[in-house]
Every structure is written in C-alpha cells, then in structure tokens.
C-alpha cells in the first residue's frame, strides 16, 4: 500500500470509532437516567476495574498489539469522557495545578473533568462535605516520607468515605526553553526536588548553575516557559500545562519514589472481589489492648497490610488497612464486636502495588 492508502485506512477505521463512542454514549445516558432515578453515584471504581481487567484478558487472548497499559490510559480517558456526560463533576485536589496530586487525579478521572486546585488537605475536605466538589484526591503516604499526618486527621474528622486509591511513580523532568545545556543560567524547583535530582545536576554539569527555589514544581515549569536561559525541574504535567519543552525524563537519584493517594467522597463502594478495607482505631489506654484487637483479624485469617499509630487532638489513634471489603461476613463480625472502637473510612478496590 501507498502512504495515501494506509491513510485512508486509518481514516475509515477512525470513522468507525467515532461511531462506536457515540453508541457507546447513548448507553450510558441510559446508565445516567438510571442512576439518577435511584440517587445512585455516577462513579464506580469496581466496575471500572472490573472492565479493564476484562478487557485486558480478551487483548492477551486476542495477541492484540496494546499493552495493559495502553488499554488503561486509552479507556480510563473514555470512562472519564462518559461520567461527564452523565453528570459533570468536579474534582477538588491538594493544588497548585501540575502538582503531583494533580496528576493522580487525572489518571482517575481524565483531562476532561473539572477541576479545583485546593492549598490545603484540610480544604480539599471541607470542599467535599460542603458539596462544592463531589470527590477529593489527596495524598496519604510517600515510600520516602511516609504517612502524611494532615489526611489521617481530615479522615479522623470528616465524615468523608475512601473510594478508591491511586498509586503514581513519582518522576521528575528537565524542562526548558533552551536548545543547548551551556545557555542555562538558571534553575527553578522545588528545594525538596534540588536534592532528589542531585546527580543528575553533577552528571550534566549544572550544579553550579543557580537554583532558584519555589514553592511548587509547577510554578517553577511557569517561570522557566517565560524565561529563555532558564530550566525547571518539575513533574511532566507541569510542562505539558505550560508547554515546557522536556530535554531530560526521569532524572531523579532514586527510581522507586512511590507516592499514594486516597480519592474521598460522600458514598461507599459495592464489593469488587479485590478489596482493600482502611480504618481508624480507637483503644482503650491499657496494656494488651492492641494486641486483643489484632487477634480477631488472626483469628478469622484476616490479612492486615498496614498498622500505623498516629495522635490525632492528643489521642492516640491506629490507622490500619487490610484485605477484604466491610460487608464480608467476617470483617462485618469485627465491626459489630468494635463498633464503639472502629471508625470505617472505606473499602475499595485494592491496586495491585504498594508504596
């Protein structure tokens, strides 16, 4: 075939898309009709898991040319397209914009959504529970820094539920204007990022090149698409936002920076069959207490795949996950004999790593 043929190939296959997605459409407006006779929520994690999957399954099957991950990016932005068109929503995220929140909240809920920058976790939740934004994306650990204090409280304070979990590589680029590494005389970031990226500045010889430390890695992206002799070390959608030019990817010292995030809102999840259930404990202060609540999970071969103690208003609190969702009628024995203990704060799908 001609280069004019395998076009007019692509094209027609192009048309055949379009008409699919606006198929596709006519039934979820249907879906949408539904839920709103019902008061039903318009997103559903599980059932978006369970699609992938499936999908993933018959590609393999198939020996079909896209990856797991290609179907997910391709799919999660037509699951987003669709929850827009039943209700548009909006997302409130622990800002600036580009932010790293920012960004696992757009591999949730697409470039489509609508969103609000927020500069506290605090007023990410407050946004939630006043109904200003229908779901909150904020983050909950680092593999490096560990348990973020400001969402266990929010969690403890709010009556906000889990309803999913987003779990993103954290990665930095070298993003400038510049078309030659020696016409840099500046750099912007974040001061954490300066030493995250250490090696890569000594690799390049750039370390002594002036850093100019700012508040977000984002802005440091906008103050170097405005200035020609100057770079940002930022996250990738940081430069796409400000149309930064990215000479260098994944130039960070350490490669297994993980960074997880709890998506919040006013409902609970449906069993999926792969679920994560994340609680707050409260014990009486007397030795042994922890270890006569743990003995339940041993007992009914409960897996617990975190325990972390946190003081939350002068009281010390257990924040504790494990697998299976709250209706399993084990778990739910749990909660019926701790229930002046237990506060529930979600059961979701689990992802399949953690940080």
Partial sequence: MTLEQLREQIDAVDDRLL???????????????????????????????????????????????????????????????????????????????????????????????????????????????????????????????????????????????????????????????????????????????????????????????????????????QMAAEDPEAAAICAEVASRLYKLPVMFRNIEDEGNNRTRFFIVSDFENAPSGRDKTTILVRLPNRPGALVEFLLDFKEAQIDLTKIKSHIVGGESIFFIEFDGHRSDPKIAAIFERHADSIKFLGSYVKEADDV
């Fill in 19 to 221: 008409d699919l997605f606006n198929e596709r459409l006519k039934y979820v407006r249907q879906v949408g009709e539904l839920k709103h006779r019902t008061n039903a929520p318009i997103y559903r994690p599980e059932r978006e898991k369970e699609i992938l999957e499936r999908l993933k399954r018959k590609n393999r099957e198939r020996k079909g040319l896209l990856s797991d991950e290609a179907i997910e990016a391709l799919f999660m932005e037509l699951f987003a397209v669709a929850r827009n068109y039943e209700l548009p929503e909006r997302i409130a995220f622990l800002g600036p914009e580009a932010s790293f929140t920012h960004q696992a909240a757009e591999s949730k809920f697409g470039a489509m959504s609508s969103y609000l920058p927020i500069h506290t976790i605090k007023g990410v939740f407050r946004e939630v529970a006043r109904g200003s934004a229908k779901f909150g994306v904020v983050p909950i650990e680092n593999s490096f820094n560990g348990i973020v204090s400001d969402t266990i409280s929010c969690l403890s304070d709010y009556d906000l539920k889990i309803i999913a979990e987003v779990i993103i590589e954290i990665h930095h680029v070298f993003a400038t204007r510049a078309e030659d590494l020696k016409q840099i005389r500046r750099i912007y970031s974040k001061d954490i990022a300066f030493g995250q990226c250490s090696r890569f500045l000594e690799d390049m010889g750039l370390d002594e090149v002036e850093q100019i430390p700012v508040e977000s890695t984002a802005k440091a992206a």
